[in-house]
T-cell receptor
């Protein structure tokens, strides 16, 4: 079967760095996406990785290792507004997204 | 309008009633999707459309139907609602099937 695993909840301090991990087993791989979802709102796109390595976009970076079925999202200089759920999704061989349940990130001052 | 809109924002529905959730995008995206989001679960794909005039079944299609008569609109119909269809429903679109998806604001549906 297809499976995406990510921690249910994480807590970090304002100004610090946090890494949210995602492991996956899917039928085929056409890229991995990270989305941010604030409570009561829609998911919004953060990043896309299809090749191994690190993609940096401002305070957010995303890493992929296809051989290990592993990705992480790195958030630097955390701000209170980063409190949200972070969703990992893999595009399978049919170009459909398989979603993890999301990691709720709590930022404390 | 800009992006994707959904209607209604929320709805309480009696079991057995028919309900259509509306979704409209103005980005001329080819692909559109319907997901449901339940607590503790990832987004689950209900139906999708890769281009106007075509539709396909996702992971959880039973009890739902869709149509894609034109590029902009992708309504989702519950023929006879049941309490297990209580959920938050998100419509999304992407330029093509391999691009990032953009989401509408969601419809919160409660079936009693």
């Amino acid at each position: 079967g297809q499976n995406i695993d990510q921690p249910t909840e994480m807590t970090a301090t304002e100004g610090a760095i946090v890494q949210i991990n995602c492991t996956y087993q899917t039928s085929g791989f056409n890229g991995l996406f990270w989305y941010q979802q604030h409570a009561g709102e829609a998911p919004t796109f953060l990043s896309y990785n299809v090749l191994d390595g690190l993609e940096e976009k401002g305070r957010f970076s995303s890493f992929l290792s296809r051989s290990k079925g592993y990705s992480y999202l790195l958030l630097k200089e955390l701000q209170m507004k980063d409190s949200a759920s972070y969703l990992c999704a893999v595009m399978d061989s049919n170009y459909q997204l398989i979603w993890g349940a999301g990691t709720k990130l709590i930022i404390k001052p | 309008i800009a992006g994707i809109t959904q209607a209604p924002t929320s709805q309480i529905l009696a079991a057995g009633r028919r309900m259509t959730l509306r979704c409209t995008q103005d980005m001329r995206h080819n692909a559109m999707y319907w997901y449901r989001q339940d607590l503790g679960l990832g987004l689950r794909l209900i139906h999708y459309s890769n281009t106007a005039g075509t539709t396909g079944k996702g992971e959880v299609p039973d009890g739902y139907s869709v149509s894609r008569a034109n590029t902009d609109d992708f309504p989702l119909t519950l023929a006879s609602a049941v309490p297990s269809q209580t959920s938050v429903y998100f419509c999304a679109s992407s330029e093509d099937t391999y691009n990032e998806q953009f989401f509408g604001p969601g419809t919160r549906l409660t079936v009693l």
